[in-house]
Every structure is written in structure tokens, then in C-alpha cells.
């Protein structure tokens, strides 16, 4: 069905372009070609992936083939205890990437739930309950308080109609309902007031309209269609291992093969170098490699759950790692979510207030509310009363399981702006239910968007009283007086010009502003004359203010090199000015872009500005989209936050979805790769952290591994080169693997991270995995542990002890220097002695778990036997530690000097 504006449309203009009678609705004849034309009102999953395949394609990794291969050729070798090592370790990867893609499938049925089941509609000139799914363009529904709409339409009546509509929209008030056309074909959804859409809930009063749009043609059903149509893509650490697995591959073979051809043309037998050129390229490819990065993953993801980050997808702790830009919305993530009064204009003064969130504690700035008696306290008394709101202590929380201080978290039930008058109040000692004590509300006219305002009638001593509040212009067409500290006098029109120029300057500044009047009520008034002739008492201005973690945050962000960006549903003004507050905005900087002038641009257009844009309000589910691809187009890795339905497809398509765990819908859940569970700017922060640690530790122990692996291939490969005898026997070179590759590369992947992580700039997508020196380091460290242990070999040799101590000796060698090795890589710009030894204490248990296996292997007869090692004496210790460990202390030492003098060489330039 052709989308059009039905928004700009009379009810009259749209009833005859559906060709539908308002009064009679259409007839059982009409609806049964529509439903044939425009389908069934449900939304249509495309057919998934076979869960069969899908856990079957997990086997297609080059890595996981390898290891595949590896498991085999473990088997011919005689070692089954490392074949069905590596085959738990394939089919762990196997079941944990399952899961994840498997979960990712499940967003649709999430979605799906969001339908009406049933709907109330006008057929045959007769009112009847029919399946939601049946409904088609053109037909007259009825709709009421409670119910869920079923599908677009255009309101024809309303009667007091709020929507709430966070769901497609994001915003998190409750719209008011008309039916009277728009005069701007761009207005956003969420300006759309005559318009309700698929999934909304209806929270006060009636409708009636005709539907414009079923299933797929919805704005709901657009949001699935971008759904599914969003490709899944590779993370950068995905990509890099890919990369790093064929490389290693490639060199380990071609090297075996150089080492079994040279064994060959030296005299050796081809039976026993064919099993030596097998053994070693087994322990060249780090096999462990897949199960220690799914091991640090997890454990990333255990820390951020202590940090409040809940993951849902395991490469995204990596990603967040290089994230560039973060596309957050402003209301409960950047903002606290609770409306606050921050201005009064009262007497002709402006007031600040201070004070957090619904917290009744506070401070009056140019006023002490506890001494006046006046205009400012008839003020606060009236934002009391003319309320619905009620202030609640929602919860308590504790410090530890039996101790701590106990501390209230205040929430409201009710209208959060109503809340932030109850709350202003609160703080000068003005609450309503002292009040109510002495005055008994008798009368209610509620809030309409109508009207614009909300008055209520309390009865006190010596008569009544009315309360009125809202919108400033409508509140003084109404009043006739105001309140002033010399008494009561008349409001001219000039004054009601500077009041209004009062209410401008402070919308200017975001503020949404109320005006309060109050007004004594004689008994035969109380029908029809209660909101004449008012009396003027002040204006009340609120803001939701951000999070004080959220503009830390955001200081962090910028030392990070991450571009903070804010997408929000709210005006323009009020974005500016809450992103000049968190410092997304800075000094004069003030391009902000709304939902209409972004509609005007290309793709190309926005491609080239994106980048200079930190501020996008008043935006659709599609700009959000569009802004995400934008964004990506530019080479920038982007983390997008969202609650609402109408942001599942952005948040689907970014580089990392994070999804709020408090306000998110189970939709965009669905689609996240991570939950907040506290809403808040701040935990994403934390979490990029914690990826960008995680990303260390996985070069830590890349470094570690490969260069243990290339001192394994350069000792087998010298040692044959040079026409030695082989330095270590196969069973050796599996034992050494095993070893090192196990316990203490597993603990080198759950190290901590540097404290100056948050002060690098993210690192390039397309970045190697050796890139910064740790391809240098691997090849340096990896010669030096493959000379030293072939110099140990030929002194053992040199100093006649035999061929099986010489060998027992270049065996220890080989694992002591890995072991020493393992403390080097706990940082890449930091000493041994910097970082501390003891620091991680898992890694501390690990190498002394390694040794012990060692030392078993050397002095217990029965393993000598199998490992074919002999025990070793004093002087060969002496030698061994020094060959392994000298370089690690020398290392050490070096580093420690030159980081001192580079910290002394800053001191002195400040």
C-alpha cells in the first residue's frame, strides 16, 4: 500500500479516500477483497535458520578446521587425552556460538507480542469484537482506556484520549488525542496527534478512528521488515583471529615441512621425523587459542555484570573495546528521568532551586521559603494541591548483608511533572498531606490538551478556594491580578507581556514552564466561574537534569577518544541545552539536526556531516537507522543505545545494541547485544572498559603463546639445521604444550587492566592483531626462548652428561622460559615490577601448578620412563634458571629505568 500522509487529511478527506461510510463502516463484501489485497493484520517473520544448520555452521571457522585437524592427527599420534581436549574445546565454541545466534533469531516473537489480540470495530453499520489480524484499511475501530491499538489509524473522535506511546516513539509521556489535521506533511511520529500506531496503549478515555495501515504497512510492521533485513557482520576481533589463524597455519606447516626435509637429508630415519614434524606443527597452532578468548569473553562478562552491563552476545565485550561513537538517548540514560523544578519566577525575582531528582532535600536560592509568608508560599502551596502526584519512598537500600547506612531512594507515582511541583514544594516544608489536614479538595477539572490546564477546589475556613495550573500564556489570559509583596494588585497587559517574556527566557534555557494562579471562590461561583478572574502567583520552571555519572562519563568518553552522540525524541531547545550541560555540546558549538531537516538530506549528505554532529532531536525509528549507517559508513565502530520498539532496528544494526534494562521493551532486548541494567550512560562507559581490557588480555596471551610456540619451532628447527640431535623428543614437545598452553595462559586471560586504559585513543577497526610492536616482541622474545633452550642442549652435551640429561635439560629450559615469559606479557608498556607479581594471584597458582607438573615429570621414576627425562643436579638448575629467567629480569629492569625517565621528563614540561 502506497505510504501517504494521512496526518494532513480532513477525517472526511480520508473516509473518501478509503471509500468507507464513518457511520455504517464497510460491509462483509468489501472487507473480504481488502483482506485478499492488503493481507492479514499481523507481522510476517521471514523464515529463519534451521537450527541444525545453524549449530552446524558453527564448524565452518578456519580455526575450528584446524583444530579439526589437529584432534586427528593427536589421535594417530597415540595422545587421546589431547585429542578429546581439543574436541571439547571445538564443541564448547561450537554450542556457546549456537546459543547466542540462535537467541538472536527470537527478536520477531518478541515484536509479535506487541499486537492486539482483538479489536472493536464498525461493520455492517453494527459494532462487533473480531480477531486484530482481520482488520483492513478502511475499517471504523472503537477503541477505550486499557486497550492496545490494533493497528494505524487516523482518529476520527476523541474524547479526553491519551496514548502512551514509548514503545514506538520513545518518548515516555502519555500523548494527548485529536482529530484535527496538521498543516505539515514532516511533522515526526511522535507530533503526530491525530494519528495512533500498531502496539500503543491507550491510558485515559475514547476513540474512535479508521484504520490507514494493517500488518507489515504499519510503522511497526516497517520497524520488523528493518529487522530482519539487517545483516549480521563479524566483529573486529572475529576478523582479526580469522586472520591470525591462517597465518599461523601457513607459517607452522611450512616450517614443519623445512624441519622434517632437513631431519631427512641429515640421516635421519622418515618414520621418526615425519612424527617430529607432526608433533611439532601440533604444538606450533595454538589450539587453545578459540577456548582461552571464550574463556576471557565469559569472565569480561561476569565483571560487567558486577558493573551493572549484562551481555548478551559474547564478541560484543570485545567490540565495545573499539568503539568509536556512542549513540545514547538523552531521558533515563543521559538524564536522571525525573523531572525537577530548577527556576521559580515569583514577586518578580527568579529563584533557583537546588537539589537531586525527588529528593525533598534542597535549597532556595535569593528566597528563604521558611521566613516568607507571602506570594511565594501561596506559590508552593498551590503546586502542592493542584496535584495528583504522590511522593513515595520506593526502596531501601543496604550496605552490606547486616551493616551499612541505610539510604532512601524517593521516587512519585504519578506525573512526573506533577512530581517535580510536589517535590519543589517539599523542600520549602510545603507538603500536601499537612495541608489536607486543614482543606479538603471537594472538585477536580482535570488536565485536557484542550484546555492546557488543570484546577482544583478545596474547601477552607470561610469558604473556597480554586488552584490552577498550566500552560503560562493560557493561565494569564485568564488572570486579572497578580500577587505581589505589596498585596494584590491588577495584571495589565504590559505585565503580562514581561511575564511572558519571563516564560520565553526560561523555555529558552529547555525549561518546560508552568504558570499557578490561585483564586477565593464564593459558593455560587463553584459552576462555571472558578477559572475566571485569577489571581497571578508565579511560574515554575523543570528540566529532567542529567546524571552527574553520565557527565563524568562523557569526560571519560573524550580522554577515550569516543565521540558521545545524542539522539533523542525531545525539542530541539530542550536537547541543546541538556547536551551543553553534559558537555556533549562544547563552548560555542551548537549544530543540533531534527527529525524534519534530516528527512531533507541524501545518504550522501548525511555521510559527510554525520561526523560533525553531536546533537539529533526530534527523531523517527528510520533516522535512527540512518544516522547508525551513517555513522559506519565513516569507518566508526558504533554503540547504540535504545528502549523503545521504534529503536530495535538501529540498535540492531550497530556494532554493539545496548538495550535498557529497566525501560527496554523485550524487543529491542532482543535484538541488544548488551542490557544495562540501570539505565545509565555511565555503565556503558564501564563496560567499554572492561572490552578494551579484555582485548589486552587476548593480545597478552597471543604474545604469550606465540612466541612459547616459536620457541618451540625455532629449537626443533636450529637444533635440526645445525645437525644436532633432535633437542626434544614428540611426547616432550605435547608435554611442553600442555603445560604452558593450558593453566597460565588460561589466568593471563582473566588479568586486570592498566590503569591508564580510558586515556587511549580506540583502536582502528581494521587494526592488526600484532599491531603496536607485538609482532616485534613475539619474534624477539620467541628467539631468544629457542637459542636459549638450544644452548642449554649443547652445553648438557659439551659436558658429557649423555643425550638423555642434555635433553631433560633443553626440556626444562623450554618450560621455565615460558614461565617467566608469563609475567613479561601481564602488560605491554609497564614492568614485571610495576605491574607486581602478585597482582593476579590465579596466574601465581597456575605457574606454580606448571612446575610442580614439570618437576614431577624429572624426578618421579614412573614419568621418566614415559617422558624419557633424567633427574637433574645442582649446577644444570643454576644454568637453566639463569638462561630462562635472565632476559625476564633484564627486561624488567630496563623497562622500569625508562618509565621513570619518561615520567620525570613529563613532570618537567608541565
Known amino acids: 500500500m502506497q505510504r501517504q500522509a494521512w496526518h494532513i487529511l480532513s477525517g472526511g478527506e480520508i473516509c473518501k479516500k478509503l471509500k468507507v461510510d464513518p457511520e455504517r463502516g464497510l460491509n462483509d463484501r468489501e472487507v473480504t477483497r481488502r483482506l485478499v489485497e492488503f493481507g492479514p493484520n499481523s507481522l510476517i517473520v521471514k523464515k529463519g535458520v534451521n537450527p541444525v544448520f545453524l549449530f552446524l555452521g558453527q564448524f565452518k571457522d578456519f580455526m575450528v578446521l584446524v583444530l579439526m585437524v589437529a584432534t586427528l592427527i593427536s589421535g594417530l599420534l597415540g595422545e587421546v587425552a589431547d585429542a578429546l581436549t581439543i574436541l571439547a574445546i571445538i564443541l564448547l565454541n561450537a554450542i556457546l ?46 477503541i477505550e482506556t486499557g486497550d492496545r491499538v490494533p493497528a494505524d489509524i487516523r482518529w476520527l473522535k476523541s474524547t479526553s484520549l491519551r496514548v502512551e506511546e514509548s514503545a514506538l516513539t520513545g518518548e515516555s509521556q502519555p500523548v494527548a488525542k485529536n482529530n484535527q489535521p496538521l498543516l505539515d506533511e514532516y511533522v515526526p511520529i511522535a507530533d503526530r496527534k491525530n494519528m495512533g500506531y500498531m502496539g500503543t496503549v491507550v491510558v485515559n478515555g475514547r476513540g474512535i478512528g479508521v484504520v490507514i495501515a494493517t500488518g507489515m504497512h504499519t510503522e511497526m510492521g516497517i520497524i520488523a521488515d528493518m529487522i530482519q533485513d539487517i545483516k549480521e557482520e563479524e566483529t573486529p576481533l572475529q576478523r582479526r583471529l580469522a586472520q591470525l589463524g591462517k597465518w599461523l597455519v601457513t607459517i607452522s606447516v611450512a616450517v614443519c615441512v623445512v624441519v622434517v626435509i632437513t631431519g631427512i637429508l641429515q640421516g635421519e630415519s622418515l618414520s621418526k621425523m615425519f612424527f617430529a614434524g607432526v608433533t611439532l606443527a601440533v604444538a606450533a597452532i595454538p589450539e587453545g587459542l578459540p577456548a582461552i578468548v571464550t574463556v576471557a569473553l565469559a569472565v569480561g562478562v561476569q565483571r560487567m555484570v558486577k558493573r551493572r552491563a549484562i551481555i548478551r552476545k559474547l564478541p560484543a565485550v570485545e567490540t565495545l573495546g573499539c568503539a568509536t561513537v556512542i549513540c545514547s538517548d538523552k531521558t533515563g540514560t543521559l538524564t536522571q528521568n525525573e523531572m525537577t523544578v530548577r527556576r521559580i519566577y515569583c514577586e518578580d525575582q527568579i529563584i533557583t532551586v537546588s537539589g537531586q531528582g525527588y529528593d525533598p532535600k534542597g535549597d532556595f ?39 551499612g547506612k541505610r539510604e532512601s531512594a524517593w521516587g512519585v507515582d504519578g506525573d512526573p511533572t ?4 510536589l517535590v519543589a514544594a517539599a523542600k520549602a516544608g510545603v507538603w500536601r498531606e499537612g495541608l489536607e489536614r486543614k482543606e479538603q479538595r471537594v472538585a477536580e477539572i482535570p488536565f485536557d490538551s484542550e484546555r492546557k490546564r488543570m484546577t482544583v477546589l478545596y474547601k477552607e475556613k470561610g469558604g473556597f478556594k480554586a488552584y490552577v495550573k498550566g500552560a503560562p500564556d493560557i493561565i494569564l489570559e485568564l488572570c486579572t491580578k497578580e500577587m505581589t509583596k505589596q498585596g494584590i494588585k491588577e495584571l495589565t497587559p504590559e505585565r503580562k507581556k514581561e511575564i511572558l517574556f519571563i516564560n520565553d527566557e526560561m523555555a529558552s534555557h529547555a525549561l518546560r514552564v508552568l504558570a499557578l494562579a490561585v483564586k477565593n471562590v464564593e459558593e ?52 541543546q541545552a541538556v547536551a551543553k550541560e553534559l558537555g556533549i555540546i562544547r563552548g560555542m558549538e551548537t549544530k543540533v539536526i531534527t527529525g524534519v531537516e534530516l528527512d531533507k538530506m541524501t545518504e550522501d549528505d548525511l555521510r559527510q556531516q554525520v561526523m560533525d554532529i553531536s546533537v539529533f532531536a526530534r527523531v523517527a525509528p528510520r533516522d535512527k537507522l540512518r544516522i547508525v549507517r551513517a555513522l559506519k559508513e565513516n569507518g566508526e565502530i558504533v554503540a547504540m543505545t535504545g528502549d523503545g520498539v521504534n529503536d530495535a532496528p538501529a540498535v540492531k544494526e550497530a556494532d554493539i545494541g545496548v538495550a535498557m534494562g529497566q525501560t527496554g521493551t523485550d524487543v529491542t532486548k532482543e535484538a541488544s547485544s548488551m542490557i544495562i541494567a540501570d539505565d545509565n550512560f555511565a555503565t556503558i562507559v564501564a563496560a567499554v572498559e572492561e572490552g578494551r581490557g579484555i582485548y589486552d588480555n587476548i593480545r597478552k596471551f597471543i604474545r604469550y603463546l606465540l612466541s612459547c610456540n616459536l620457541g618451540e619451532v625455532l629449537t626443533m628447527f636450529l637444533g635440526t639445521l645445525v645437525g644436532l640431535p633432535l633437542p626434544l623428543l614428540p611426547i616432550q614437545i605435547l608435554w611442553v604444550n600442555l603445560v604452558t598452553d593450558g593453566l597460565p595462559a588460561m589466568a593471563l ?15 582502528k577497526p581494521n587494526e592488526s592483531i600484532f599491531a603496536r610492536g607485538l609482532g616485534r616482541k613475539i619474534l624477539i ?58 597482582s593476579n594471584p590465579l596466574l601465581l597458582l597456575a605457574v606454580a601448578t606448571s ?60
Open 524 to 575: 455560587e461561583d463553584q459552576n462555571g466561574e472558578v477559572e475566571k478572574n485569577l489571581v497571578f502567583t508565579g511560574l515554575m520552571g523543570m528540566i529532567d537534569p542529567p546524571r552527574l555519572s553520565a557527565i563524568k562519563a562523557i569526560k571519560v568518553c573524550r580522554a577515550a577518544g569516543i565521540k558521545p552522540v545524542m539522539i533523542t525524541g525531545d525539542h530541539k531547545l530542550t536537547a
Open 365 to 403: 536560592h535569593g528566597i528563604d521559603p521558611y521566613k516568607d509568608k507571602g506570594t511565594f508560599k501561596e506559590l508552593l502551596k498551590c503546586a502542592a494541591l493542584c496535584n495528583n502526584a504522590v511522593l513515595t519512598k520506593k526502596g531501601i537500600r543496604v550496605s552490606g548483608l547486616f551493616r
Open 749 to 763: 586471560g582473566v588479568d586486570g587492566t592498566d590503569p591508564d586504559i580510558m586515556r587511549r585513543k580506540p583502536r
Open 781 to 838: 622474545r620467541g628467539t631468544m626462548i629457542g637459542i636459549g633452550t638450544l644452548l642449554v642442549f649443547v652445553i648438557g652435551l659439551w659436558s658429557g652428561v649423555g643425550l638423555l640429561e642434555a635433553r631433560t635439560m633443553a626440556f626444562t629450559t623450554l618450560v621455565f622460559s615460558q614461565l617467566f615469559h608469563v609475567f613479561d606479557c601481564k602488560s605491554e608498556t609497564r614492568s614485571i615490577f610495576e605491574v607486581g607479581i602478585f
Open 97 to 142: 556460538g549456537f546459543i547466542q545466534e540462535y537467541k538472536a533469531e527470537k527478536s520477531m516473537e518478541s515484536l509479535r507480542s506487541l499486537t492486539a489480540p482483538e479489536a472493536t470495530v464498525l461493520r455492517n453499520g453494527t459494532v462487533m469484537k473480531i480477531p486484530a489480524e482481520e482488520l483492513v484499511p478502511g475499517d471504523i475501530v472503537m
Open 851 to 910: 612446575i610442580s607438573m614439570q618437576l614431577a615429570v624429572i624426578y618421579l621414576p614412573v614419568m621418566q620412563g614415559i617422558f624419557k627425562t633424567a633427574a637433574l643436579g645442582a649446577w644444570q638448575w643454576v644454568l637453566i634458571l639463569i638462561v630462562a629467567g635472565g632476559p625476564s629480569v633484564l627486561i624488567g629492569i630496563a623497562r622500569t629505568v625508562r618509565n621513570a625517565i619518561r615520567r620525570s621528563s613529563l613532570m618537567v614540561s608541565r
Open 418 to 421: 506533577e512530581g517535580a511541583l
